[in-house]
Nanobody, 127 residues
Framework: QVQLTESGGGVVQAGDSLRLSCATS????????MGWFRQAPGKEREFVAA??????????YYADAVKGRFTISRDNTQNTVNLQMNSLKPEDTAVYYC??????????????????WGQGTQVTVSS
């Protein structure tokens, strides 16, 4: 059974930073592209960032809303994908989900793309 386990959510103030982590198995980490989505109350789940699979150059992709503020990275020693979120805004408040797909293009298309999902972690940014 595939497991994606998120951690690192919390409550912060606008302008603060937070780092989310997603741990998975070595097999998943080395064969799948990984990414993050988020879903705010009353809104659809949306793409945030993705990084291609390990042996494909680990190319990164970002939604326009987070470009320049968020950084996605792979930790090859921990089989973990991290999302460093800086300069957080109240509109970043959402449940953040880790996602995985064997196809980076599918991962970037939207919530219908990923094959696997984590359980989600809440991020709340107060003004």
């Amino acid at each position: 059974q595939v497991q994606l386990t998120e951690s690192g959510g919390g409550v912060v103030q606008a302008g603060d930073s937070l780092r989310l982590s997603c741990a998975t198995s070595e097999y998943m980490f080395t064969t799948h592209s990984m990414g993050w989505f988020r879903q705010a109350p009353g809104k659809e789940r949306e793409f945030v960032a993705a990084v291609s699979w390990m042996w494909n150059g680990a190319t990164t992709y970002y939604a326009d809303a987070v470009k320049g503020r968020f950084t996605i990275s792979r930790d090859n020693t921990q089989n973990t994908v991290n999302l460093q979120m800086n300069s957080l805004k109240p509109e970043d408040t959402a449940v953040y989900y880790c996602a995985a797909s064997a196809d980076i293009a599918a991962l970037r298309t939207g919530p219908a793309g990923p094959s696997y999902w984590g359980q989600g972690t809440q991020v709340t940014v107060s003004s």
